[in-house]
């Protein structure tokens, strides 16, 4: 357990309306992200941040922004929300794995926000 | 071509039976790699890590070839609770000393049946 919690988990929202979602971790993390899930489509990364106010774009930042003002808090806001981006939206952070010589970094998942746009 | 390709399957086997996914990926600056599973509904969870050496955990075996650019894992004496699709993921560094960026399989679904 990574210390990850997201809310709200379930939403239902209608098209044009701004929609924030928040990720929350109580460990200390440098690195979180934003992803969304859909079918035929896997993980595909939204935007992850690198520290308090330091924020990149992934493969599908159209349509979202984010917004890190506390290292325990990533939020993903949809502006204008739209029908394609109804998803599950996940968190995660990134945490290192391992000891001596082979220390790599991973990522753990927060349960996942349902997101519905009609 | 996506970055990172697997076979979605489903894959559907006996208990009892080895399993064996492939995944290729095309980046070859590309430099840790793993096994997530996920089960329906919830979040991917880290399953193990894949070392070129090879590495195993219980009935679980990943291994990794950078040469042809593909990991794989055996699952052997298949459980019904090894039911699950599973997420072959690749890192890779943006920028020297930035995060590691991943990119995810679209997943391979196993079903274990009795």
């Known amino acids: 357990d990574a210390g990850i919690t997201q809310s709200p988990r379930h939403k239902v929202t209608e098209t044009g309306t701004p929609v924030t979602l928040r990720c929350h971790q109580t460990?200390?993390?440098?690195?979180m992200y934003w992803y969304r899930q859909d079918p035929g489509h896997g993980l595909r990364l939204i935007h992850y941040?690198?520290?308090?106010?330091?924020?990149d774009k992934g493969e599908v930042s159209d349509g979202y922004s984010v917004s890190r003002s506390k290292t325990e808090d990533f939020l993903l806001t949809l502006e204008s929300a739209t029908s394609s981006q109804t998803s599950v939206y996940f968190c995660?952070?990134?945490?290192?794995?391992?000891?001596?010589?082979?220390?790599?970094?991973?990522?753990?998942f927060g349960p996942g926000t349902r997101l519905l746009v009609l | 071509r996506k970055e990172v390709e697997q076979d979605p399957g489903p894959f559907n086997v006996p208990e009892g039976a080895t399993v064996a996914f492939n995944c290729t990926y095309s980046?070859?600056?590309?430099?840790?790699f793993f096994w997530y599973r996920q089960d329906c509904r919830k979040e991917p969870k880290l399953l193990m890590s894949?070392?070129?050496s090879g590495n195993e955990d219980g009935r679980f075996t990943a291994q990794l070839n950078r040469a042809s650019q593909y990991i794989s894992l055996l699952i052997r004496d298949s459980k019904l609770s090894d039911s699950a699709t599973y997420l072959c993921?690749?890192?890779?560094?943006?920028?020297?000393?930035?995060?590691?960026?991943?990119?995810f399989g679209r997943g391979t679904s196993l079903i274990v049946h009795p």
């Open positions: 995660a952070i990134s945490s290192t794995l391992g000891q001596g010589a082979i220390v790599q970094e991973t990522q753990y």
């Open positions: 460990e200390n993390h440098r690195y």
């Open positions: 941040s690198y520290g308090v106010k330091d924020t």
């Open positions: 980046n070859s600056a590309s430099q840790s």
């Open positions: 894949v070392y070129s």
């Open positions: 993921v690749v890192n890779r560094r943006e920028r020297a000393g930035g995060s590691y960026i991943p990119t």
